[in-house]
C-alpha cells in the first residue's frame, strides 16, 4: 500500500475528509444486524423484530433509570462512605485522650484556642502543651459560656467535653474515594488497603539545647491497625491509629528517585493518630534487591459522578521523585538515508474491482 498516499490529496479535494463518508462505521452495523438473524428464511422479520425489542429496551432502561434497584450490589459510587466490621467497644482513657488531642489540634474552630495556648514557649511547649491542652480548652470554654455575650459554636462546645469512653470500631472505611482497611484485616486478605500516608508540620531540633527549632513538612508512612470512630454526641469524627515509620532510620530515597521504607523500623508511638479525611493511601511493595525495604507506590483515589468514574484533573503521581540519568550517545549528524547506491524509479501498478467496474491505477514510486 505505498502507492495509497498518493491518491489521498487528490481523494480529499474531491470528497472531503475521510471521515464524513468512510464505510468502517456502516460495515460495524451490518455486523450487528447480521448477528440479529435467528432464522435463515425469514432474515428481515428477525431483523425487525429484535431492532423493536432492542429499542423498547433501551427506553424501559432510561425511564426507570432514577429508580432504585432490586437484587443488583450497589454500584461503587453508595460504597464511598462503605463502613466494615463494626463494633462498639470501651478504649483505655490515655489513648481517648491521644486521639482528641489531635482532632482538636485539626479543627478549625480550634485554632485561635491552640494558638492562644502556644504562646508560652517552645521549650514549655514540647514539654506541657500535649499534656493540659485538652484540659485548658475545656476551661477556657466554659469560661467563654459564662459570660452572656459569647460567640462559641455547638461544635466547640462539644469538642471541649470530649468524646464518648465507648468508641465505634471498623476493619474499613471508605472516604475521599479511598477504602482503607485495617492491617489485621490485609493479612487475610489478598488485597493490600492499610498503606496510608499523610503530610504534616513537625518541629526539628538539632540538639536538646536548640533554642531556635524550626517546623518544615513532611511526609510520613505506616499502616492502619485501628480505625476508630469518635462519638461528640452531635456529631462523629473518624480517625486512624496507624503505626508509622521512623522517618530518620526507616525512610530513604534510592538513586533512581523511588522512596524506600522499612515497615520494621517504628517512629514515635506518642503520635498514632490521624484525621481519616487527611489520608491518602499507598501500596508498598517489597524491594527485589533487599526485602528489608518496601518501594512505596501512590496511587489515585476514585471519585464518582452519578455512577461513572471521573477523572482527576490533576494525573497520577510518579512513583519516582526523579527520572534516572542517562547519557545520549546518539550523534545528531547521522544520516539514516543511504548514499552507497543510486535511487531508481518503478512502477507500481494496482487494479480493484468496484460494484460499477474495473478501474486500474497506475503510479510511481522513488526507491533506493
Known amino acids: 500500500m505505498v502507492h495509497l498516499i498518493v491518491h489521498l490529496p487528490r481523494e480529499i479535494k474531491l470528497c472531503g475528509p475521510v471521515w464524513l463518508r468512510w464505510m468502517y462505521p456502516m460495515e460495524r452495523y451490518m455486523k450487528i444486524l447480521k448477528g440479529y438473524v435467528r432464522n435463515r428464511s425469514r432474515p ?24 432504585p434497584t432490586i437484587g443488583i450490589p450497589k454500584s461503587l459510587e453508595s460504597r ?9 467497644t470501651p478504649v483505655e482513657y490515655k489513648m481517648l485522650c491521644e486521639a482528641h488531642f489531635y482532632v482538636l489540634q485539626n479543627t478549625p474552630e480550634v485554632d485561635c484556642y491552640r494558638l492562644e495556648h502556644l504562646t508560652r514557649g517552645e521549650k514549655w511547649l514540647q514539654a506541657e502543651h500535649r499534656n493540659c491542652f485538652i484540659r485548658w480548652v475545656r476551661q477556657r470554654i466554659e469560661t467563654e459560656l459564662a459570660k452572656p455575650e459569647h460567640c462559641i459554636t455547638q461544635t466547640l462546645r462539644w469538642l471541649a467535653n470530649e468524646p464518648r469512653r465507648d468508641v465505634i470500631r471498623y476493619s474499613g472505611y471508605g472516604i475521599n474515594g479511598y477504602t482503607f482497611h485495617t492491617w489485621e484485616h490485609d493479612l487475610r486478605s489478598t488485597t493490600q488497603n492499610s498503606g496510608v500516608t499523610v503530610e504534616g508540620e513537625s518541629l526539628h531540633v538539632s540538639s536538646a539545647k536548640d533554642k531556635n527549632p524550626v517546623y518544615a513538612n513532611m511526609s510520613y508512612y505506616g499502616v492502619i491497625e485501628d480505625i476508630w470512630e469518635l462519638n461528640y454526641t452531635s456529631f462523629k469524627v473518624a480517625v486512624f491509629r496507624c503505626k508509622w515509620v521512623n522517618n530518620k532510620t526507616g525512610v530513604k530515597v534510592d538513586e533512581n528517585g523511588f522512596t524506600l521504607v522499612d515497615l520494621n523500623k517504628e517512629g514515635d508511638s506518642s503520635d498514632q493518630f490521624i484525621m481519616a479525611s487527611q489520608a491518602k493511601q499507598v501500596f508498598y511493595v517489597s524491594n527485589p534487591n533487599d526485602g528489608r525495604w518496601s518501594v512505596v507506590l501512590t496511587s489515585k483515589p476514585k471519585l464518582y459522578d452519578s455512577g461513572d468514574v471521573c477523572d482527576n484533573i490533576e494525573e497520577t503521581p510518579s512513583f519516582s521523585q526523579r527520572l534516572p540519568e542517562c547519557e545520549d550517545d546518539q550523534n545528531e549528524d547521522v544520516s539514516y538515508v543511504r548514499e552507497d547506491c543510486e535511487g531508481e524509479y518503478i512502477e507500481l501498478f494496482e487494479s480493484r474491482l ?15
Request: hydrophobic share 35%; aromatic share 12%; glycine share 6%.
Open 354 to 368: 468496484h460494484c460499477w467496474g474495473d478501474i486500474s491505477s497506475r503510479s510511481a514510486a522513488y526507491v533506493r
Open 80 to 88: 464511598q462512605n462503605v463502613r466494615m466490621g463494626f463494633k462498639v
Open 44 to 67: 428481515e422479520g428477525c431483523i425487525i423484530e429484535c431492532y423493536v425489542v432492542e429499542e423498547a429496551v433501551e427506553f424501559c432502561s432510561e425511564y426507570l433509570e432514577s429508580t
